[in-house]
T-cell receptor, first 117, second 113 residues
Framework: DTGVSQDPRHKITKRGQNVTFRCDPISEHNRLYWYRQTLGQGPEFLTY????????KSRLLSDRFSAERPKGSFSTLEIQRTEQGDSAMYLCASSSPTGTGANNEQFFGPGTRLTVL | AQSVTQLGSHVSVSEGALVLLRCNYS??????LFWYVQYPNQGLQLLLK??????LVKGINGFEAEFKKSETSFHLTKPSAHMSDAAEYFCAVSGAGSYQLTFGKGTKLSVIP
């Protein structure tokens, strides 16, 4: 178990550019989540996949954001036409297929810190 | 809708003193409650979770939390703080049928030698 990994760890971009982040979940986990954490706040839910299906999306996920998990393994989060307000830590988490409710422990990656200049 | 309120964005305690971090929740369904810890530049690590099996939950690193339905609270405690406990702590809630976690704003714990 190597844990959840995210790449890159840091990304600096100019406003208007597109960025893409990658998340590799724990290998046997079929559920994958994206959260956004801004300074001084707790993580906020963005979206959730079960295998390759995107089952939940937050209203925070504007049209400029798109997430994919094409083969039910790794996931990508793309932000188009970045804005300064997109600057945040983007966290990925995964959980086991046997977990429901209280047993649905989510394991978090180290995050990708995005800075939009 | 679910929500979590963490009282105190910053708590300072002396090494060896009691740690008490407060969390109140709001949920229209029986909640599932979690405490996570985040060290600088790292992801979140689960400390403990409320499974409804017992109201007093023991977690890692000597932390425990008590679920009080009448007070809608799930406060985190540790009898004796260590320097290594300095971190940010987040309380989170999820409801039946939803896998998303709703987090509080976090409480940064400082431990004074």
């Amino acid at each position: 178990d190597t844990g959840v990994s995210q790449d890159p760890r840091h990304k600096i971009t100019k406003r208007g550019q597109n960025v893409t982040f990658r998340c590799d979940p724990i290998s046997e986990h079929n559920r994958l989540y994206w959260y956004r954490q801004t300074l001084g706040q707790g993580p906020e839910f963005l979206t959730y996949f079960q295998n390759e299906a995107q089952l939940e999306k937050s209203r925070l996920l504007s049209d400029r954001f798109s997430a994919e998990r094409p083969k039910g393994s790794f996931s990508t989060l793309e932000i188009q036409r970045t804005e300064q307000g997109d600057s945040a830590m983007y966290l990925c988490a995964s959980s086991s297929p046997t977990g429901t409710g209280a047993n649905n422990e989510q394991f978090f990656g180290p995050g990708t810190r995005l800075t939009v200049l | 809708a679910q929500s979590v309120t963490q009282l105190g964005s910053h708590v300072s305690v002396s090494e060896g003193a009691l740690v008490l971090l407060r969390c109140n929740y709001s949920s229209s369904v029986p909640p599932y409650l979690f405490w996570y810890v985040q060290y600088p530049n790292q992801g979140l690590q689960l400390l403990l979770k409320y499974t409804s099996a017992a109201t007093l939950v023991k977690g890692i690193n000597g932390f425990e939390a008590e679920f009080k339905k009448s007070e809608t609270s799930f406060h985190l405690t540790k009898p004796s703080a260590h320097m290594s406990d300095a971190a940010e702590y987040f309380c989170a809630v999820s409801g039946a049928g939803s896998y998303q976690l709703t987090f509080g704003k976090g409480t940064k714990l400082s431990v004074i030698p």
